[in-house]
């Protein structure tokens, strides 16, 4: 990775430490056979802000990093629908590969009304050949997940990421950590 990638990755992460003395926010740790990601999101108290930070490692694939901000709708905090948008930088490493990129996109968590423990929630987000640089012509980072609330704040859950990279001179993404996992988000 580059120094100047890392340099804005630790500047992310110094953020979002900044951020959660402000504010309540979610750990989230996910694991499969060979891949574990694990997330830090922190909400800045009434202001619709939201960073987030993560980590991806897969034994044979490798590494990759992201850091995101975002704007939420405070329309109905304890709504059934928690949404946002934003852009999110992304910087990976393997064995052949590295690069970095800038994408754009968000989350959602919704409830079912009738059954608040139940929810569903996915992340997506895409960076185009002008943002992403190094060995990547493109990218697609992705998530879907069913998930129960154990308890008001720890939700447990399946789901299926996705992460693709159009590499230079290749026909075939390169992907990243993707298939089914399981995982635990703890809110605070």
């Not at 951020?19 to 830090?40: K, P, T």
């Not at 590494?63 to 405070?74: E, F, K």
């Not at 990976?92 to 059954?115: C, K, M, N, Q, W």
């Not at 992705?142 to 026909?171: K, L, T, W």
Request: aromatic fraction near 10%; hydrophobic fraction near 45%.
């Amino acid at each position: 990775m580059t120094l100047a990638v890392r340099r804005v990755m630790a500047a992310s992460a110094l953020s979002c430490l900044a951020m959660s003395a402000q504010a309540g926010g979610a750990l989230d740790l996910s694991l499969a056979n060979d891949a574990v990601r694990i997330a830090y999101d922190g909400t800045q108290a009434s202001s619709g802000l939201h960073m987030n930070l993560s980590a991806l490692h897969d034994m044979d694939d490798g590494n990759m990093l992201g850091a995101g901000v975002h704007v939420v709708d405070l329309r109905k905090p304890h709504g059934n629908l928690y949404i946002g948008v934003g852009a999110k930088a992304f910087a990976f490493e393997s064995d052949h590969y590295d690069g970095a990129a800038l994408g754009v996109g968000g989350f959602f968590r919704a409830a079912i009304p009738t059954h608040p423990d139940v929810s569903f929630a996915a992340y997506a987000y895409y960076a185009p050949a002008v943002v992403s640089f190094g060995d990547a012509e493109n990218l697609i980072n992705s998530d879907f997940r069913a998930q129960y609330a154990v308890i008001p704040s720890a939700r447990v859950y399946a789901g299926y990421r996705y992460n693709g990279i159009r590499v230079e001179h290749m026909d075939e993404r390169y992907k990243l950590g993707d298939g089914w996992h399981l995982g635990l988000t703890l809110d605070f």
